[in-house]
């Protein structure tokens, strides 16, 4: 079983990571992003790295394979908003949703295909992980299926940052945000909301 110092759920480019990868430079590293075009961009921005993996399966709380969603590199240009390339999702809605007068999205905008879902179990299984210092997750509305499917028994993860502005819809914050942050209480984390879109957990007493 392996120690790993970071492991990412929605990892992008890497563009944005690229501090946490010299602060765990002697560390494994996971970094798992389904989208294709971000992949390639991930692979270049951590080509110096031999102490990082990639996982290019999309995490939920089943495995089974179902179709993904993403903006298409040319409806990013045409938007004109380069952050959209970081809204993939397992829901359609949840990219047209975001929609308003800047940012005019359609559905002839987003690209399907099907994909490979594992499970946080399946993500330990395969890559032998015993222990994590950072899990980073951020994956547009699924963070609550992962967290809730996370057996804390099983695993000791010292530091969780999440985010939260999407747990219960698009943009909507409610009753599964308090179950997760319950469980999380009851594992002994403290959470923190460290700013508007975005929670820490802290476990406590793991020693």
């Known amino acids: 079983m392996n120690n790993f110092g970071l492991v990412v759920i929605g990892a992008h480019s890497g563009v944005w990571l690229k501090s946490l990868f010299e602060d765990y430079?002697?560390?494994?590293?996971?970094l798992v992003e389904p989208v294709p075009y971000n992949i390639s961009l991930l692979k270049e921005n951590t080509a110096k790295y031999n102490n990082i993996k990639i996982e290019t399966s999309a995490l939920s709380d089943k495995n089974e394979i179902k179709k993904f969603y993403y903006v298409k590199p040319t409806a990013i240009e045409k938007l004109g908003k380069h952050w959209a390339s970081g809204i993939g999702s397992f829901d359609k809605h949840h990219i047209l949703n975001h929609k308003n007068k800047r940012f005019k999205i359609e559905n002839s905008d987003i690209e399907e295909i099907e994909l490979q879902y594992l499970t946080f179990a399946d993500l330990i299984n395969k890559y032998s992980i015993k222990s994590v210092d950072m899990l980073q997750i951020d994956?547009?509305?699924?963070?609550?299926?992962?967290?809730?499917?996370?057996?804390?028994?099983?695993?000791l993860i010292k530091k969780i940052i999440f985010e939260f502005k999407h747990f219960d819809g698009t943009f909507k914050e409610g009753s599964k945000l308090k179950l997760i942050k319950d469980k999380l209480t009851n594992f002994n984390y403290l959470t923190t909301e460290?700013?508007?879109?975005n929670i820490l957990a802290e476990k406590i007493n793991y020693l």
């Open 25 to 30: 430079q002697n560390q494994n590293i996971l």
């Open 139 to 155: 994956v547009e509305g699924a963070e609550f299926e992962i967290l809730n499917s996370i057996d804390f028994k099983k695993i």
């Open 194 to 197: 460290i700013d508007k879109e």
